[in-house]
């Protein structure tokens, strides 16, 4: 999760690409990253500290709490 498209792009090639990851989701602030964590259920997030609306801590902290198994 990552507020710039560059970077979202670059990292989900690279994670894609390596072949041990399907990337099920992408968002562009904070609070979209909670609704679709929520949705999607990640084995894992990679979240921007910085990003607009609810910043990555946040989104971060209220994804652990509603789903606790998630790294």
């Given amino acids: 999760m990552d507020d710039h498209v560059l970077v979202r792009e670059a990292l989900r090639d690279l994670l894609t690409g ?3 990851f399907d990337v099920v ?12 964590a929520t949705v999607l259920q990640p ?11 609810m910043d990555g801590v946040e989104a971060t902290r ?10």
């Fill in 18 to 20: 390596h072949g041990a």
């Fill in 25 to 36: 989701g992408e968002a562009s602030d904070g609070r979209d990253a909670l609704a679709q």
């Fill in 43 to 53: 084995e894992l997030v990679i979240m921007d500290v910085s990003m607009p609306h």
């Fill in 62 to 71: 209220r994804i652990l709490e509603c789903l606790p198994r998630t790294k």
